[in-house]
């Protein structure tokens, strides 16, 4: 009887204690809650993730290109020497040979589609380099018994002096046989080394922006931050509205992957390309060799490949 009086006795005590406890978490139930609801309040929401829910915990981001330190002046001449040896070659052999022998027959083909068509020479339309390489862009100039003179776009990869791949690009027609790069031009700063350090500048002003208690929605939004860093609004608040809709959360997931010089207008421009779950979208960054400034930020590849003047 007293054994059994000692084991009720324990059973009371242990649930007893267990009393305690549960009556205890349940008057500090409403303090943790409060604790929980104060730190979740406190955490700091990316713009990113109000902007596009569909791309958080999104880590991607294109393969970019090394932006050369090197004098981009010595580059314009290698890039006058080439397109100035395509030629003499041309001349003096009549051939292609910057192309393959497929990609000239091609073209030969439809400059002989009708008679009194020649190609006369190659005018130098920029050049740059992407994630392919340093290239050229030439076009090869048709001319007939009319006053429209047709262009051949291609865009030449080369290594030191030797031309190693060809792409074709387009066709454009004018009266003109068109030349962006110019021998008698001073190149001037080409922006190349500054570019980095700017794309830097606004991925910081879109992070720390204060478009997250606004919700931006609309391209408008991106004025301030455009003037702040010294670029047309008008034609730099879609560029960096679209950059920041499409971003991850760390805004990491664009990079630049290419870069092009001309003379005519004398811009470098630089392409950015932005990743996210299901898409790609493009962008180019202008600089004015003549102001010394970047001023432009828009969306989609811009280029002297498709002008036609």
């Known amino acids: 009887m007293k054994k059994l009086n000692k084991k009720y006795i324990k059973w009371i005590i242990v649930l007893f204690l267990l009393a305690m406890i549960v009556v205890s978490y349940a008057l500090n139930l409403g303090k943790i809650k409060d604790k929980t609801v104060d730190s979740i309040a406190q955490i700091t929401i990316p713009f990113s993730l109000i902007v596009n829910p569909k791309n958080i915990d999104e880590d991607i981001a294109p393969k970019t290109i090394s932006l050369d330190k090197s004098d981009m002046s010595k580059t314009k001449q290698q890039a006058l020497n080439l397109v100035s040896t395509i030629n003499d070659d041309y001349h003096n052999t009549n051939e292609l040979s910057f192309l393959s022998n497929k990609q000239e027959k091609a073209l030969l083909k439809r400059v002989h589609k009708k008679s009194h068509r020649y190609i006369t020479n190659m005018t130098l339309l920029n050049f740059g380099k992407d994630t392919h390489g340093k290239y050229i862009t030439v076009s090869c100039n048709r001319y007939d018994d009319t006053k429209n003179i047709v262009s051949y776009r291609y865009r030449l990869y080369y290594r030191d002096d030797s031309i190693v791949s060809a792409k074709y690009l387009n066709t454009k027609t004018n009266k003109y046989a068109p030349q962006y790069v110019m021998e008698n031009i001073d190149l001037g700063n080409s922006g190349v080394n500054q570019a980095q350090n700017f794309v830097q500048r606004f ?54 992957v290419g870069y092009q010089i001309s003379d005519v207008p004398r811009y470098t421009r630089f392409h950015l390309k932005q990743l996210s779950k299901s898409n790609t979208y493009y962008y180019t960054l202008t600089y004015s060799r003549n102001s010394s400034r970047f001023i432009n930020f828009q969306k989609d590849i811009i280029s002297t490949d498709s002008q036609n003047k």
């Not at 991925?203 to 391209?219: F, G, Q, R, V």
């Not at 010294?230 to 805004?251: E, I, Q, W, Y």
């Open 203 to 256: 991925k910081t002003a879109i992070i720390n922006s204060n478009l997250t208690a606004t919700n931006a929605n609309e391209p408008g939004n991106f004025n301030q931050i455009s003037i702040n860093l010294g670029l047309d609004p008008d034609k730099s608040n879609t560029g960096l509205f679209n950059l920041a809709k499409n971003s991850n959360s760390r805004v990491s997931n664009f990079g630049i």
